[in-house]
Nanobody, 115 residues
Framework: QVQLVESGGGLVQPGGSLRLSCAASRNIASIYIMAWYRQAPGKQRESVASVTSGGTTNYADSVKGRFTISRDNTKNTVYLQMNSLKPEDTAVYYC?????????WGQGTQVTVSS
């Protein structure tokens, strides 16, 4: 099991940037997949970006070229750099860890993109 704590959310204007952080309670080097999901009001939770232990990344089409996921195994932290934010990026963003035998989630951090 791993506890995940997100931070870095907030209110930003369209076109702005935010960096989300996900701090894990244990070493993440052996965790195969770390990812970010988001859930907007009235919508299902969707995958935003993922990164494997080997560094392979994957992005939703809607964020390609704007968001970058990275992991720092020395700090047990996963990041999501979000640039060129749009109002449709407004959602609660959740950190996710696939341990193989179970999935763990953070509590979420709110991102609001509005002028």
């Amino acid at each position: 099991q791993v506890q995940l704590v997100e931070s870095g959310g907030g209110l930003v204007q369209p076109g702005g940037s935010l960096r989300l952080s996900c701090a894990a309670s244990r070493n993440i080097a052996s965790i195969y997949i770390m990812a970010w999901y988001r859930q907007a009001p009235g919508k299902q939770r969707e995958s935003v970006a993922s990164v494997t232990s080997g560094g392979t990344t994957n992005y939703a089409d809607s964020v390609k070229g704007r968001f970058t996921i990275s992991r720092d195994n020395t700090k047990n932290t996963v990041y999501l750099q979000m640039n060129s934010l749009k109002p449709e990026d407004t959602a609660v963003y959740y950190c996710y860890a696939n341990l193989g035998y179970r999935d763990d989630w953070g509590q979420g951090t709110q991102v609001t993109v509005s002028s």
